[in-house]
């Protein structure tokens, strides 16, 4: 049974900093491409950042260059999503999904996790 579990829930104030992880099981994390993205209330599902099965990392969001950063560790079946520099607009629920090859487009996604609220507020 494929799952991906999201971990990470944070309150997070102005300017600091939340990792989350994408735990993955089911199937072998080397074959797959992870994408993260989020959901803020009253907005669509937009596209955060990706790693591709090489291990190439794009980032769908210009605000988020520089401040984001997105990892893989096979070994352990995990997909990690360094956030810094937070600002209140990152707020939004963040998934992680699975994909053979990277896209922005969230429908094109096989897998998905539950979500992980990230709230960055003082």
């Known amino acids: 049974q494929v799952q991906l579990v999201e971990s990470g829930v944070g309150l997070v104030q102005p300017g600091g900093s939340l990792r989350l992880s994408c735990a993955v099981s089911g199937f072998t994390l080397d074959y797959w491409a992870i994408g993260w993205f989020r959901q803020a209330p009253g907005k669509e599902r937009e596209g955060v950042s990706c790693?591709?099965?090489?291990?190439?990392?794009?980032y769908y969001v210009d605000s988020e260059k520089g401040r984001f950063a997105i990892s893989r560790d096979n070994a352990k079946n995990t997909v990690y999503l360094q956030m810094n520099s937070l600002k209140p607009e990152d707020t939004a629920v963040y998934y992680c999904?699975?994909?053979?090859?990277?896209?922005?487009?969230?429908?094109?996604?096989?897998?998905w996790g539950q979500g992980t609220q990230v709230t960055v507020s003082s």
């Open positions: 999904a699975a994909k053979r090859f990277c896209s922005s487009s969230w429908y094109e996604y096989t897998y």
């Open positions: 790693i591709t099965r090489s291990d190439g990392r794009i």
